[in-house]
């Protein structure tokens, strides 16, 4: 059941004042089941500045595989790394489209892609993305980290690592962490707090090992929850809301 939604004049959690939001690139595409849905995206842009209008700085990573996944390009015969790099370009497009909808919305927005392509994105240069951060634009970081064999949700850790972000929010199609497909399986149960190593070991599919190992190195938190529920991004900042927390 939806949330009611959350008074303006709610405070955000003290805990987090600079966060990374994790999302696929299949949730921008409502359900169409490929591309872009634009009301979908417009739909998330506003949650996301439900949380920036409580003064939180924010980061995004967004998927591309509503465009292209490298995995699946590779597993149908495509060389590995250029596969890769399709889905990494996939992302550009995502996010822009964000951009898009964020700007639309009076949000100041910086796409910052790990692959220079000057005329659409700004290169990746750390302290100038953390002066982006500071002066309150929505960073956007796509393009992966650059490099084949990596996942979005490594780069999701990786640059919230370098931001020094309080946590990664990862929105997904379900409220938390289960221990197996609750889609599937009725008796499924959801976790209130779970530990990276219990991830790792139980194969929760929370993010790929190696976003959960660099995300238990730099003891960043993880906290998962729907973003199909409306308000529910904001919520938590609010101290509201369902959703699993990955931590030491």
């Known amino acids: 059941m939806s949330q009611p939604p959350i008074a303006e004049t709610e405070p955000a959690d003290t805990t987090y004042k600079r966060v990374m939001l994790k999302i696929s690139g299949e949730a921008l595409m409502g359900d169409q089941g490929y591309g872009l849905h634009p009301p979908t995206v417009q739909r998330i842009a506003e949650e996301v500045k439900s949380v920036h209008d409580l003064g939180v700085e924010i980061c995004m990573v967004i998927g591309g595989g509503n465009i292209f996944r490298g995995l699946q390009g590779s597993a149908q015969g495509m060389e590995r790394t250029t596969a890769d790099y399709m889905g990494m370009l996939a992302t550009v497009m995502n996010a822009l ?17 790990a ?5 659409v994105a ?15 634009r929505v960073c ?23 931001m020094k972000c309080e946590g990664i929010f990862k929105g997904t199609k379900v409220d938390g962490v289960y221990d197996k497909d609750p889609a599937k399986f009725d008796d499924a149960v959801r976790y209130d707090e779970v530990s990276y190593d219990d991830c790792l070991a139980k194969r929760l599919g929370v993010m790929d090992a190696s976003a959960i190992a660099l995300a238990r190195d730099n ?27 990955v931590h030491g």
């Open 122 to 136: 700004e290169p990746y240069i750390r302290r100038r993305a953390v002066r982006h951060l500071e002066k309150k």
């Open 115 to 119: 692959i220079r392509m000057d005329e």
């Open 219 to 245: 003891n960043l938190p993880i906290i998962v929850f729907s973003l199909d529920e409306p308000g529910g991004f904001r919520g938590i900042l609010a101290g509201r809301g369902t959703y699993t927390k």
């Open 97 to 113: 489209a964000m951009q898009s909808a964020l700007e639309a919305l009076k949000i100041h927005t910086r796409v910052i892609s």
């Open 140 to 162: 956007i970081f796509a393009a992966g980290t650059g490099n084949p064999y990596f996942t979005t949700d490594t780069a999701a850790t990786l640059r919230a690592s370098e």
